[in-house]
């Protein structure tokens, strides 16, 4: 248990679909991120949220759309996305200093068909 | 460019022997790494850290090495038990750019089996 919820564990959606990650930290931190890790590749940053405002967009398509209502939640918001997309999404959070090591939810495991 | 590498995708180890991970990195301007540690069906959890100043970081069970004219850094477990089978991760962070934040650039992770 790292102090970081991810929901849902698992989700299969269609391309047509409209669907929603969120993740959620009670640790104080105050950036929060996603990340994606495709098979047999490194996780790759997506987004990073410093006290709920987006300051990296790393040309991430715009089929994926980043929410941060506050300091303890993170959404993804996610639409017509391609079997390509399909990967293990992990949100995570750290405080505000800059070194400071990341913790990680479980992911949710996506499958697009 | 990926600027983190782990080239071995696995490494097999007996129980009780020592497992040497290695990573290699092009950017200068790191000056701080991390080991993560990932269980199947589980996010990466932190395992030990390296600052640029340090050539060595010890841990119980776990050291990390940094080279930094080799731009390389290894993680020795000592000695390997079962539970320690995972995908490790290396992953690394440039703080001199001054942002209120952490921006890891990871590897691709190395399996680590130990046979009992």
């Known amino acids: 248990e790292t102090g970081v919820t991810q929901t849902p564990r698992h989700l299969v959606m269609g391309m047509t679909n409209k669907k929603s990650l969120k993740c959620e930290q009670h640790?104080?931190?105050?950036?929060m991120y996603w990340y994606k890790q495709s098979a047999k590749k490194p996780l790759e940053l997506m987004f990073v949220?410093?006290?709920?405002?987006?300051?990296e967009n790393n040309s991430v398509p715009s089929r994926f759309s980043p929410e941060c209502p506050n300091s303890s939640h993170l959404f993804l918001h996610l639409h017509t996305l391609q079997p390509e997309d399909s990967a293990l999404y992990l949100c995570?959070?750290?405080?505000?200093?800059?070194?400071?090591?990341?913790?990680f939810g479980q992911g949710t495991r996506l499958t697009v068909v | 460019d990926q600027q983190v590498k782990q080239n071995s995708p696995s490494l097999s180890v007996q129980e009780g022997r020592i497992s040497i991970l290695n990573c290699d990195y092009t950017n200068s301007m790191f000056d701080y790494f991390l080991w993560y540690k990932k269980y199947p069906a589980e996010g990466p959890t932190f395992l030990i850290s390296?600052?640029?100043?340090?050539d060595k970081n010890e841990d119980g069970r776990f050291t990390v090495f940094l080279n930094k004219s080799a731009k390389h850094l290894s993680l020795h477990i000592v000695p390997s038990q079962p539970g320690d089978s995972a995908v490790y991760f290396c992953a690394a962070i440039s703080n001199a750019g001054g942002t209120s934040y952490g921006k890891l650039t990871f590897g691709q992770g190395t399996i680590l089996t130990v046979h009992p």
């Open positions: 390296i600052s640029s100043i340090k």
């Open positions: 949220y410093s006290l709920e405002e987006r300051v």
């Open positions: 640790l104080g931190h105050n950036a």
């Open positions: 995570a959070s750290s405080p505000s200093t800059g070194g400071a090591r990341a913790f």
